[in-house]
Every structure is written in structure tokens, then in C-alpha cells.
């Protein structure tokens, strides 16, 4: 469902990461927000969310309508980066995770919905015990690659295609080891490349939770248009009432 033309509200969009001048997805994430501005009359502003010290008192303060998080792993604090997710996922607040957000929202399912409290990343904790999220068979690096979306989900709906190409920027994934855990849960696989590795997951019964491990904001940089993920933040942004002063 489309928002209202010519909207009068402006969405803050909280960014959980560490902001980096020469990230190309940091400079790419505030580029969409602005193409979305022009081109559906959503207008929107980010709000940066460092992780060090990110507690649920610290969204609340900034009253954001949406939360991402955004590519730029390993973060400065881990626990930060979780705690943005989990609030997110507990107080349906509109989310999508890209890249290191796609590894991130893994590792928080595991944490504290599947109660493995020994679920790791791989690129933080090289030496953990279960490594939910480790190097990838091969470097997808400013790799494009095709995304085969499940019929019916929420990203196939978006994108409005069954199958979509997308860039990445990512050595580290979901660890092959571990996929069927997510079996029956309600974090599940919806999107995947050929041979079936994860690249795409939706969390049921949330207004919107999406995560990504191509990174849809830098079809700004790429093709100067906005990635239909991200127009689905914001519309679902739009639909949630506004968070008290």
C-alpha cells in the first residue's frame, strides 16, 4: 500500500552502526532516503545509532519511526548492535538489516529467541564456540549476484519479480552448519542464491523486520534510484503511529 501523496511527516530513520566517512554504504543509505523523498513524497531523515552503549532508553530518546542496521561490521560493540535489533523485534518497530544487519539479526535470533547464548560472529569472535555467522565459501566482495525470493514473501512482493539481482559487499554469512535451526521458527529464509545459501530473511508476524545480506542502498550510488526494500521501510514506517515525545 502506497503512502499518502505529498505527505507532510518526516520519518527518522535510526541507523544502528558506527559511521564511517569512507563507507560506501554510509554515504549510499542518506543518497536513498533523499531519492525516495523525490520520488514517492516519503520524506525521511537518518538519525545515527552507535552501537557503543545502545540500550532501549537510547531509541526511545530518539524517537525514530524505523530502525536499520546498517553494513559497517564488525561494529564497535556487538551487545550494542543486538540490543538494537532485539527492540526492533520485540516492540514491532519497522526494521531492515543489510549486510553486517543481516549477520547481526542472525546472531540475536539464535541469542535470544532459540536460547543459544553462545551464538557468535565469526568476524568478532573468530575463536567462538558457535559461530552462527563465518566466512563466506568465497569472498562476495563487490560481487553482483542473482537472489531467488520465495514466492509470497515479503521481499518477492517489493521487488515484484522472483528473482532479482543485487550487489554485495560481504566475506562473512550464515554458517551452513546452522540453517536448520531456523526450521519451523518464525525468522525464516526468503531469499537465497542458486545453491540455496541464505541471502534474504523475514521475521512472521511483524509489521516489518527484513534482512539482507546484498546491500539494496547502494542501488542509489549504482543506478541513482531507491532499492524497493527500503521504500517498504519507510511505508510500513508510515503506518505505525508516530512515538510519543
Known amino acids: ?33 533523499r531519492l525516495l523523498a523525490e520520488t514517492d513524497r516519503i520524506r525521511s531523515e537518518p538519525v545515527w545509532l552507535p552501537t557503543q552503549g545502545l540500550d532501549p532508553g ?21 551487545e550494542g548492535a543486538l540490543e538494537g535489533i532485539r527492540y526492533a523485534r520485540e516492540r514491532a518497530v519497522p526494521f531492515l538489516g543489510t549486510c553486517g544487519g543481516f549477520q ?41 549476484e542473482a537472489v531467488v525470493l520465495v514466492p509470497g514473501s515479503r521481499a518477492a512482493a517489493l521487488v515484484g519479480a522472483p528473482r532479482t539481482r543485487e550487489r554485495f559487499r560481504c566475506r562473512y554469512g550464515f554458517a551452513r552448519a546452522h540453517w536448520n535451526r531456523l526450521d519451523g521458527t518464525s525468522l525464516r529464509v526468503t ?3 542458486g545453491s540455496g545459501t541464505p541471502r534474504v530473511v523475514e521475521l512472521d508476524g511483524h509489521p516489518f523486520f527484513l534482512a539482507t545480506l546484498f546491500q539494496p542502498e547502494l542501488l542509489a550510488r549504482d543506478a541513482g534510484r531507491p532499492h524497493p526494500l527500503v521504500r517498504g521501510l519507510l511505508e510500513a514506517a508510515l503506518r505505525r503511529p508516530r512515538p510519543p515525545a
Not at 530513520?13 to 569512507?22: C, F, K, Y
Not at 554515504?27 to 536513498?32: F, Y
Open 104 to 144: 547481526h539479526v542472525i546472531v540475536e535470533f539464535f541469542r535470544n529467541v532459540l536460547g543459544e547464548r553462545d551464538a557468535d560472529h565469526g568476524e568478532s569472535s573468530p575463536g567462538g564456540a558457535m559461530r552462527v555467522i563465518d566466512l563466506l565459501d568465497r569472498s562476495l566482495v563487490e560481487a553482483v
Open 1 to 33: 500500500m502506497a503512502p499518502p501523496a505529498g505527505s507532510e511527516r518526516t520519518l527518522r530513520v535510526g541507523l544502528i552502526g558506527d559511521r564511517r566517512e569512507t563507507s560506501p554504504a554510509h554515504s549510499a543509505i542518506p543518497e536513498t532516503l
Open 58 to 78: 537510547g531509541i526511545e530518546r530518539a524517537r525514530v519511526d524505523a530502525l536499520w542496521a546498517v553494513p559497517g561490521s564488525p561494529y564497535a560493540s556487538l
Open 191 to 193: 531469499g537465497a542464491d
